[in-house]
């Protein structure tokens, strides 16, 4: 079974910054998919962004110039950078792997960001 951890949350203020950590319990090369997932107080768990396993990354535009998600193959470990942070970024940020052949799945807990006005 597969693992993830998030970590980094944590409380600042509007125009803040976070950095965001997923250490993966196995080899990330493996995953064909890697992506960050946000779900506000209230809402539904929605995309922010991802990283496929040739390099190419995609992000909703509402965090596109703020938000900067990368790996290191070598720690096993995905990120997120989260500057000029915004009260609406706040909730709960979820970390998500995936490979396709075989197909499979996998979340973290996620790790809670509050940003305050």
């Known amino acids: 079974q597969v693992q993830l951890v998030e970590s980094g949350g944590g409380l600042v203020q509007a125009g803040g910054s976070l950095r965001l950590v997923c250490a993966v319990s196995?080899?990330?090369?493996?995953?064909?998919?890697m992506a960050w997932y946000h779900q506000a107080p209230g809402k539904q768990r929605v995309f922010v962004t991802s990283?496929?396993?040739?390099?190419?990354?995609s992000y909703v535009d509402s965090v596109k110039g703020r938000f900067t998600i990368s790996r290191d193959l070598s720690k096993n470990a995905l990120y997120l950078q989260m500057n000029s942070l915004k009260p609406e970024d706040t909730g709960v940020y979820y970390c998500?792997?995936?490979?396709?052949?075989?197909?499979?799945?996998?979340w973290g807990e996620g790790t809670q960001v509050t940003v305050s006005p």
């Open positions: 990283i496929h396993s040739g390099g190419s990354t």
């Open positions: 196995t080899e990330i090369f493996r995953f064909s998919h």
């Open positions: 998500n792997v995936q490979s396709l052949r075989p197909f499979s799945d996998y």
